[in-house]
């Protein structure tokens, strides 16, 4: 039996036209800076122009949210793709951080009807987060725009554009 799941695959130029918000955490830059190129250079492969795409900054990944759902409100943007980076340290903070920042850019999207694009990575370690923002396979910014673009295209198939759709 063939198999019936659609895969993540989008069709070269899907991109055009469309507008994007990305929020960024500043901390942890290293991995956070890698995650947005290749976040910005997947969106530019699949035809969306880098004028398109709104970048801000926040400190950090739990800040993420509250960035996005700003940006989602605006109706300006068909989706917004939050990028961060947490790593495990001695402390519970690492547990906490994570979950709220989960949590609150599900909110986000639930709120606003926008698509809001989970592409924290949550890593033990630092060889974790390179391989998580690399450019390889497991690169979470290439797959959060990826996703970014396929949920957008969903919603507007749906009729379904921000608050209230």
Known sequence: MANQFPTLSLEKGCGRGRRLAVVAARFNLEYTGRLL?????????????????????????????LAAKALASTGRFEAVVCLGAVLRGETSHYDLVCAEAARGVSRAALDTGVPVIFGVITCENRRQALARCGGGPKDAGLHAASAALWMASLMGRLGRRGKGA
């Open 37 to 65: 190129e290749s976040c910005l250079s997947r969106l530019e492969s699949l035809g969306l122009e880098r004028s398109r795409v709104r970048v801000e900054w926040v400190p950090g990944a739990f800040e993420l949210p």
